[in-house]
DNA sequence: TATCATTTTGAGACAGTTTATCAATTTCAA
DNA sequence: TTGAAATTGATAAACTGTCTCAAAATGATA
């Protein structure tokens, strides 16, 4: 397999390193998988790799997704009843606008808006580490 | 029952007859009670209700919590594995400036974020219903 | 490279939240 | 008052995610 993300596998070893935790096959197996990924939930993530490897656990998958979480290269969303893991390394930073119609989920940028939290953040004294911005709505095509 | 909350018992009259369904004890009962929170989920609601009504099912809560959403009077936020229904009336819209450090929430609003979301919105052909934007930092104490 | 304590896995049981089912009841227009 | 249509309550079922535990894999050490 080729291992195209060398950079996010030295962070999970460095994380794997400093938990007394270990690197496995599966974990291998599901970071290349999901940092293929914009964002993606356990269940599409235990469907895709099905193909790779039929014994994969569905537990594994969110228990190697969560610690993905904890080594800072995921993070996890909660859209409705399902909960999305993104991955953090394929753009810096994103927010959803996000169709109440269709599920359709479009990504987006705004330095100004990012620029006026920094601001209201001061204005009461923190300090942001990390924020969440969606826009719930209905797209063009489900407007009618 | 005092009905102190005119304003929203007309639109959710609105809403019943525009859709052909009907006004029922529970749901006047369910509105009230919900009205004089900001925000609640469904199990604590039910819980709250027992004393009133000892037989209204939880699913009744359910199924009229999400009616208050279609008929724009609740909107449901989904917090890790429990949806809570805000009471739109309560407040306009406001954010959330949340501590890490403490769990020290901050309410805000900022005008200027609002249009530039509606741009945004705009932009990629969307029409916003709502939205949630959250900041996760530390608060001026819990810096240190 | 063999050993072996420790971690991880897979499979399914389990738990918490929300929705579906359906007979009995209630609403409301006529 | 009547009766078609909607609603309710009770519970089963669905769904997402976590826990359990015996078996397997890892990796530090010899």
Known sequence: MANTHVKEMQ???EHLGKHQLKLTRQRELILNAFLRQEHITAEAMYHQLAKADPHLGLATIYRTLNLFCDAGLAQARHFGSQTKYDNVAHKGHHDHLICTGCEKIV?????EIERLQEEVAARNGFTIKTHRLELYGLC???RH
Chains 1, 2 share one sequence.
């Open 11 to 13: 962070a999970l070893k």
């Open 107 to 111: 990504e987006f940028e705004n330095e």
């Open 140 to 142: 063009s095509r489900c």
